[in-house]
């Protein structure tokens, strides 16, 4: 794909992004992105089949990277971790958790497998996982699995974000789940 392409591609996946962000998953038509990009049906199908794919290729990428673990101290690393999570959470622009959902939702309805948040969620558990062993390790953190801890924690994410798409959640309400989650990690001191 020449340079040119890969440009074309890219625009016409940002702006679906927010097309999906605003209307969900079964709501968007190819019609639609066509009309939000200002471009042809055939320049669209160019580069796309269906809005399936679109969307699969929107959700590619921003899985936690390990480079998280390179801050100087877990407890630090931990903290922006939350941090970006909650930034997530409140940030509604572009978001496509519903979108996400609506889709598993159906490939539930038609028989399909296929789990697009899954890999995401694993390689997000491995570094979490990884860095709360780093805090058990320097006695930043008292955790006797940290495996399950962090699935915790995920668990926990993904459950207010879909809380912020439904019933609403305030900053207040978000900031009491994280510190609930911190109180059990912190390793008393002796």
Do not use: H, W
Request: hydrophobic share 35%; with cysteine.
């Amino acid at each position: 794909m020449s340079d040119k392409a890969a440009k074309k591609k890219q625009y016409i996946l940002d702006i679906a992004k927010g097309v999906f962000a605003k209307k969900g998953f079964k709501n968007v038509t190819m019609k639609d992105i066509v009309e939000a990009c200002e471009i042809s049906r055939g320049g669209l199908y160019l580069y796309f089949d269906d809005t399936k794919e679109i969307l699969l290729e929107c959700l590619q990428g921003g899985e936690q990277k390990d480079d998280i673990l390179e801050k100087p101290s877990a407890g630090e690393a931990l903290a922006f971790y939350l941090n970006e999570q909650k930034k997530a959470i409140l940030n509604n622009e572009n978001d496509l958790t519903v979108a996400v959902y609506e889709y598993l939702f159906m490939c539930e309805e038609t028989g399909e497998k296929e789990s697009v948040i899954k890999p995401k969620i694993e390689k997000n558990l491995k570094v979490l996982t990884a860095l709360l062993e780093k805090g058990v390790e320097s006695d930043e953190f008292y955790c006797e699995d940290c495996e399950q801890a962090a699935r915790n924690i995920i668990y926990t994410l993904e459950g207010l974000k879909l809380a912020s798409k439904t019933i609403g959640v305030t900053e207040k309400e978000i900031d009491t789940q994280l510190l609930y989650i911190l109180s059990g990690l912190i390793a008393e001191e002796e």
